[in-house]
C-alpha cells in the first residue's frame, strides 16, 4: 500500500485560486486523483491524472476551473483550484491504486487513500 500525504489546504476567498499536493511514499504506476467530501454529503470525484500525464479527467463541476497534474519524479500529484466557490467547501482527499473500470470513478475502487486536507471557501 501507498502512503499518500496531502498538504496545501487552507481558508480562501470565493474566487481565490488555492493549490493542494499529495506526496506519495513510493513511486506509483498508477492513475492518482482527488475526491473531496463536504459536511453532510457524499465523497465525491474531483479529479484523475494517469501515469503519463496525458488524459487528465474532471468531474463536470470543477471542469475549467480545477487542474490535476503530477511530477512523478516527486511522487506527487497536485490539484489548481481556480475561481473557488463556497461549494467547494470540503475535505479533499488524495487517492492512488484504481483498480475500478466505472466512471465516475467511486472512492471504494482505490486501494490508497490520505488523510485529507480541508479547504474552506468563504462568501
Known amino acids: 500500500q501507498v502512503q499518500l500525504v496531502e498538504s496545501g489546504g487552507g481558508l480562501v476567498q470565493a474566487g481565490d485560486s488555492l493549490r493542494v499536493s499529495c506526496a506519495a511514499s513510493?513511486?506509483?504506476?498508477?492513475?492518482m486523483g482527488w475526491f473531496r467530501q463536504a459536511p453532510g454529503k457524499e465523497r465525491e470525484f474531483v479529479a484523475i491524472?494517469?501515469?503519463?500525464?496525458?488524459?487528465?479527467r474532471y468531474a463536470d463541476s470543477v471542469k475549467g476551473r480545477f487542474t490535476i497534474s503530477r511530477d512523478n519524479a516527486k511522487n506527487t500529484v497536485y490539484l489548481q483550484m481556480n475561481s473557488l466557490k463556497p461549494e467547494d467547501t470540503a475535505v479533499y482527499y488524495c487517492?492512488?491504486?484504481?483498480?475500478?473500470?466505472?466512471?465516475?470513478?467511486?472512492?471504494?475502487?482505490?486501494?490508497?487513500w490520505g488523510q485529507g486536507t480541508q479547504v474552506t471557501v468563504s462568501s
Open positions: 487517492v492512488t491504486e484504481w483498480t475500478g473500470s466505472t466512471w465516475p470513478p467511486i472512492w471504494t475502487d482505490f486501494g490508497s
Open positions: 491524472i494517469d501515469w503519463s500525464s496525458s488524459s487528465p
Open positions: 513510493r513511486r506509483t504506476f498508477s492513475s
